[in-house]
Structures are given as C-alpha cells and as structure tokens.
C-alpha cells in the first residue's frame, strides 16, 4: 500500500510515468487493487488514452464498484468523449460520495452546461466556488 500512496502523491505533483510506476508495483502485491486500478485509468486519461482509460475503469469499477475515483474518471472521460448523460449519473456518484469533491462539481456542471442544463450547470457551479474558496489566498 506504500507503493500506491506514493503513486498518488506523484500523480498530485503531475509525475504520472513515476506515478505509474509505483502504482503498478501495489498492483503487482495486490492484482485485485480498484484504487490502483482507477489510479491508472486517471493516468491514461491524462494521457488522453480514451480506450485504455475505459478498459482500467471497467476493471475497478467490477472489483469495487463503489470506489469513488473510478466514477470520478468515469466522468471526466464521459465529459471528454460528449457523453453527457452518462458523465453526469458518474459524477453525481461521487458527489453522494462526498458532497466537498470540488472537482467532481466542477466536472457535473460542465456535464449540465454542455447537455444544456443551465440551470443545474449554475447549481454545481456555486457549489464548485464555495468549496475552492477558503483555499484560494
């Protein structure tokens, strides 16, 4: 597990090949890792490896289907690839999840603004403020 805490500060710190260096190491431990897994799929949508971001997903999402960045990523690249409606029940998982992920607001209310929901896209938007606020200086 030391492996992929190390690979998620590198992936914070934008060092995705290192990142997914020591994350494939914690999976090499334990093959059945959905965080790993996930982690790797962000590293791949980062990379913009749409179909090889979907294939880690599906991985995670079938060894923990509960596991809150697999449907962050989903979302992102559901955002990516113009799949609104689907981007949109990904994201709104995460925010169930945990209703103080910025990023997931930011990420549903691009969704909403580009389906054409501007009403909602306004919703998640303030929220999206509102959270990054007391961290901007």
């Known amino acids: 597990m030391l492996d992929y805490a190390l690979g998620r500060v590198l992936l914070d710190l934008k060092e995705t090949d290192e990142s997914e260096r020591f994350i494939r190491e914690s999976l090499k431990s334990d093959p059945k890792c959905a965080p790993c ?7 791949e949508y980062l990379r913009g490896h749409n179909e090889e971001c979907l294939q880690l997903l599906a991985k995670a ?44 607001h930011f990420q549903i209310a691009l969704a909403y603004q580009r389906s054409g929901n501007a009403e909602k896209a306004k919703e998640h938007r303030e929220i999206y403020h509102r959270l990054i606020a007391p961290k901007k200086p």
């Open 37 to 43: 897994l996930a982690k790797l799929a962000h590293i």
């Open 61 to 104: 999402a079938e060894l923990d289907p509960e596991w809150t960045e697999t449907h962050l990523v989903y979302g992102l690249l559901y955002n990516r690839l113009g799949e609104y409606k689907l981007a949109v029940e990904s994201l709104a998982k995460v925010i169930e999840s945990d209703p103080a992920y910025s990023t997931a």
